[in-house]
């Protein structure tokens, strides 16, 4: 069965630092990957999404990056964090259709943010 | 930007009624999904329906999908404590990609 891991699960760090939030998925190959954040309350805002090692596509214009240096690893990254930057970072994977249609997204735990 | 608008943003109900959530989309549809969320946790997929299929039934959940309207309705029959949480609809439109609307709060009184 698939599995989704992210890491840390909490953090906080001052603004002005740097960031590195990591996502695996295990038992599937050549996934779909997204990283989404979710503001207290709110609905989840699509940060980028992957669908091969090294393609990458950025959906807001942010202070954040990603990555995908394996099949099943990707990472979101900042180099100097802003007050803005706190929420809950959600990390989903999908197996890509023939097609490009997007079947479900199974979410990872996430991870709370807290910039200060 | 925002594509599904869930209506209501909350609704409190009592143990065993039915609860029923809305949600509309601007922009036609490949798919659309409903996902639950349990405070402080990831979202977990209920239930997809096809932009050709009206209905689709899971347990007690029962969801419509109204192309010409644009509109879809989840239905949580004999509600329980343990569904409380927040629901989102998800609409996909362009390949690869979901668009999350901002939820309702589902709260079931014992």
């Known amino acids: 069965s698939q599995t989704i891991h992210q890491w840390p699960a909490t953090l906080v760090q001052p603004v002005g630092s740097p960031l590195s939030l990591e996502c695996t998925v295990e038992?599937?190959?050549?996934?779909?990957l997204y990283w989404y954040r979710q503001a207290a309350g709110r609905g989840l805002q699509l940060l980028f999404y992957?669908?091969?090692?090294?393609?990458i596509s950025s959906e807001v214009p942010q202070n954040l990056s990603a990555s995908r240096p394996q099949d099943r690893q990707f990472i979101l990254s900042s180099k100097k964090l802003l007050l803005s930057d706190s929420g809950f970072y959600l990390c989903?994977?999908?197996?890509?259709?023939?097609?490009?249609?997007?079947?479900?997204?199974?979410f990872g735990p996430g991870t709370r943010l807290t910039v200060l | 930007s925002q594509q599904g608008e869930e209506d209501p943003q909350a609704l409190s109900i009592q143990e065993g009624e039915n609860a029923t959530m809305n949600c509309s989309y601007k922009?036609?549809?490949?798919?659309l999904q409903w996902y639950r969320q349990n405070s402080g946790r990831g979202l977990v997929h209920l239930i997809l329906?096809?932009?050709?299929?009206r209905e689709k039934h899971s347990g007690r959940l029962r969801v419509t999908l109204d192309t010409s309207k644009k509109s879809s309705s989840l239905l949580i029959t004999a509600s329980r404590a343990a569904d409380t949480a927040s629901y989102f609809c998800?609409?996909?439109?362009?390949?690869?990609?979901?668009?999350f609307g901002q939820g309702t709060r589902l709260t079931i009184n014992p």
């Open positions: 989903a994977w999908s197996q890509g259709l023939a097609g490009g249609s997007t079947d479900t997204q199974y």
């Open positions: 038992g599937t190959s050549n996934p779909n």
């Open positions: 992957s669908v091969g090692i090294g393609q």
């Open positions: 922009t036609s549809i490949n798919n």
């Open positions: 329906i096809r932009s050709n299929e």
């Open positions: 998800a609409t996909e439109s362009r390949a690869q990609k979901l668009v």
